[in-house]
C-alpha cells in the first residue's frame, strides 16, 4: 500500500514538472522574443536619436518599446506566477513525504524492538513451539519470515522517501533562485520604464514644440503660395475678361450686321448667333482656336520645362508632415542648380512678376514658379523651347525645384498628364 502511495506520487510530480517545464519553457522564448525586439527598436532608436528632430516615427518607437517592456513585465509575472504555485506544491509534498517518513520510522522502530525482544533463536523456537497445531505452527514460522522481509523493505523505503524529499529540496532551491533572478529582471526592467516614460515624455514635448514652429513655417510658406496661386488666376482672370469683352464686341458686330441684312432689330439678331461659354471665350481669334488645338493634341506629348528633372511633388491635395493637408495647383520638379526654364509651348507671356510666370497659349495656360530670375515680360510672345528664366532653391528642401502648372482656362489641370513621359 505504502509502495502504491510513493509511486502514486512520483508519479503526480513528475506530470506536474513536465507541465511547469513545457510552460515555462514557452513563457521564457517568448521573453526572449520580446528582448530581441526591443534591441531592433532600441537599435533604430539610437541611430535616429542622433538626427537633430526626432519625428513622429521615433515617437512611436517609444511607445511601442514602452508598450513591449510593459509585455515583458506581464511574462515575467506569469513566470513567477508559476514558479510560486510550484513552490507551494512542491513545499507541501515535502511536508506530506516527512510526515510519511516519520510514520514508517515509527512503524520501524516497533519492528526493531519486536525483532529484539525475539533475538535469539530461543525465543523463536518457543513461539513456534507454543503453537495449539502443525498449521498455526506453519503460519508463525511464515510470519517470522515475513517480518524478516518486511524489515527490509521498510528500510529501503524510508530510505527512498529521503532521496525524494532531498530532491524536492534541490528543486525548491533552484525554483526560489529562478525567482530571486525574475524579481531583479522585473525590478531592472521597471527602471528601464521609468527612465524610457520620461525620455518619451521629453520627446513628445519636443514635438510639440518642433509642431508649433513647423506650422507657424507652414503657415509662411502656404501664405507664400497663396500669394502666387492669387496673382496666377488674376492673370488667367484678366485674360478671360479681355476675351469677353472681344467675344461681345464680335457678337454685337455680328448682330448689326445680320440687323441690317435681314431687316430685323441688334437684339433679335444677337439672339441668332452662338455664344462661346467657359474657357471657348478664350478662343476669340482664329489664331487662338488653332492654338488650343494645337496644345490640347499635344497632352502627355509636352516638353518638360527644364533639361533634367524629376517630379518630387504632386498635383492636388496631400497630407504632409504632422497631418497638414495642403492642395498644391502644380507639381514640383527637382532639378540642378541655376537650371534654365523653358516654355513647353508656344504661347504670350500673360504675367511676369519675380518669382512666376504665366504664359497663354489659347485657351490654355502654363505657370512657372519659383524663378530666381525671368528672362521676359508681359505681351511678349514665345516659342516652344524658348528659355524664360532660372530656378531658384526651395528653402525647405534645399536643393532647386520649379513649381509648373497647367489651367484650361479657370480650372487647374494635372501637369504630369501633359507632360511627356
Known sequence: MIKKIIFSIAFVCFAVGLSFGQSSAELKKQRERIDAEIATIQKGLRAK???????QNEVTALSKQLNLREDKIGTINKELQIISNQITKNTREVAALEAELEKMRQDYKKMILFAFRNKNAYNKMMFIFASRDFNQGF??????????????????????????????????????QTQAKLLAEQRAERDVISKDRANHQQELSKLVREERGFQSQLTSKQQEKKRLDAAIRNAIAREVAAAKRLE??????????????????VVEAEK????????NVLNSTPEATRLSADFKSNRGRLPWPVAQGNIISAFGRKTVERGVTVDDLDVGIRTGSNASVRAVFDGEVAQALPGLIVIRHGEFFTTYSNLKSHSVRRGEKISRGQTIGTVDDDPDRGFPVLNFGVYQGQNPQDPSGWLAR
Not at 524478516?148 to 526560489?176: F, H, M, P, S
Not at 464686341?249 to 440687323?259: G, M, Q, Y
Open 139 to 176: 503460519k508463525r514460522v511464515k510470519y517470522l519470515q515475513q517480518f524478516n522481509d518486511a524489515r527490509k523493505i521498510k528500510a529501503a523505503e524510508i530510505e527512498g522517501t529521503q532521496k525524494q524529499i532531498q530532491l524536492k529540496l534541490a528543486q525548491l532551491e533552484v525554483d526560489k
Open 272 to 279: 441668332k448667333i452662338a455664344e462661346k461659354t467657359g474657357s
Open 248 to 265: 461681345e464686341e464680335r457678337r454685337r458686330k455680328l448682330a448689326e450686321e445680320e440687323a441690317k441684312r435681314s431687316g430685323t432689330t
Open 49 to 55: 536619436l542622433q538626427e537633430k528632430l526626432l519625428s
